[in-house]
């Protein structure tokens, strides 16, 4: 059973941090590009971050400098370390598998909450 589990969301001051991860299982983690995704309420969703599988990344230019995507194949998990937060990155946040960065999404996890607070 394909599985993606996205965890470490919470209630932050603006400025502070927060790591999400996403632990997976049920498919060939290493073969698999992760992305990031978010949506607020009223707000379509927004592609966040993804990292391909040779490790290389992407970021949405409303996050670049401050999030960092990474992946540890054997734990078969990718991770968000998000800083300098901001009220307007509160959102879900919820991780997918895809082929590559850029293309359709195969498998989607349940998010997990953001709220950044002024």
């Known amino acids: 059973e394909v599985q993606l589990q996205a965890s470490g969301g919470g209630l932050v001051q603006a400025g502070g941090s927060l790591r999400l991860s996403c632990a997976t299982s049920g498919f060939t983690f290493d073969d698999y590009a992760i992305g990031w995704f978010r949506q607020a309420p009223g707000k379509g969703r927004e592609g966040v971050s993804c990292i391909s599988s040779d490790g290389s990344t992407t970021y949405a230019d409303s996050v670049k400098g401050r999030f960092t995507i990474s992946r540890d194949n054997a734990k078969n998990t990718v991770y968000l370390q998000m800083s300098s937060l901001k009220p307007e990155d509160t959102a879900n946040y919820y991780c997918?598998?895809?082929?590559?960065?850029?293309?359709?999404?195969?498998?989607w996890g349940q998010g997990t909450q953001v709220t950044v607070s002024s």
């Open positions: 997918a598998a895809q082929y590559y960065c850029g293309g359709p999404e195969n498998f």
